[in-house]
T-cell receptor, first 116, second 112 residues
Framework: AQKVTQAQTEISVVEKEDVTLDCVYE???????LFWYKQPPSGELVFLIR??????QNEISGRYSWNFQKSTSSFNFTITASQVVDSAVYFC?????????????FGSGTRLSIRP | NAGVTQTPKFQVLKTGQSMTLQCAQD?????MSWYRQDPGMGLRLIHY???????DQGEVPNGYNVSRSTTEDFPLRLLSAAPSQTSVYFC???????????FGPGTRLTVT
């Protein structure tokens, strides 16, 4: 069965600090997809990144970076030099290739607060 | 493109009432899903569809029905509302298997 665990319920840091959000997943499938979504206080869900299980390269997009390690079943998200606008709930998600299409399982989310 | 639209944005129901949450997308996506979001529980999949005429159950389907008569529309029906169905409901669509989902703005439902 697929499962996503985000052990950090809430994180609070001061602006300009770096912060890492942890995501650990479980799957029996060899082909799967991992995602990160952002939910700002306005409530919409914003797609950030998608990674397939065969691509373990880390990715950097501006202040955001993602570290995918199959050996530890983790897909962690780091924000460098955090800003107040980064305050949001962040969700990690998993989709197994063998499961029915569009069946994405979400973690319970990490609420990130950036203090000015 | 409007993307994924949902109506209504807010709704209050009394226990036992029925209603339909509307979801439409104009991106010609085959795959559509309904999720509910409750505090501390992330998003849980209610029902999903891989194309017109094809639907299936997710993690928490009880009390909800769906149908998919067109590619664009994927309504969610509450048969007999219960307070446990108080939640925020999100509809999503994606172009194909394993790809990111695009979410609607959500419907906040309160059942009293």
């Amino acid at each position: 069965a697929q499962k996503v665990t985000q052990a950090q319920t809430e994180i609070s840091v001061v602006e300009k600090e770096d912060v890492t959000l942890d995501c650990v997943y479980e799957t029996r499938d060899t082909t799967y997809y991992l995602f990160w979504y952002k939910q700002p206080p306005s409530g919409e869900l914003v797609f950030l990144i998608r990674r397939n299980s065969f691509d373990e390269q880390n990715e950097i997009s501006g202040r955001y970076s993602w570290n995918f390690q199959k050996s530890t079943s983790s897909f962690n998200f780091t924000i460098t030099a955090s800003q107040v606008v980064d305050s949001a709930v962040y969700f990690c998600a998993l989709s197994e290739a063998a499961s029915s299409a569009s069946k994405i399982i979400f973690g319970s989310g990490t609420r990130l607060s950036i203090r000015p | 493109n409007a993307g994924v639209t949902q109506t209504p944005k807010f709704q209050v129901l009394k226990t036992g009432q029925s209603m339909t949450l509307q979801c439409a997308q104009d991106m010609n996506h085959e795959y559509m899903s309904w999720y509910r979001q409750d505090p501390g529980m992330g998003l849980r999949l209610i029902h999903y569809s891989v194309g017109a005429g094809i639907t299936d159950q997710g993690e928490v389907p009880n009390g909800y029905n769906v149908s998919r008569s067109t590619t664009e529309d994927f309504p969610l029906r509450l048969l007999s509302a219960a307070p446990s169905q108080t939640s925020v409901y999100f509809c999503a669509s994606s172009t194909r298997r394993g790809y990111e989902q695009y979410f609607g703005p959500g419907t906040r439902l309160t059942v009293t």
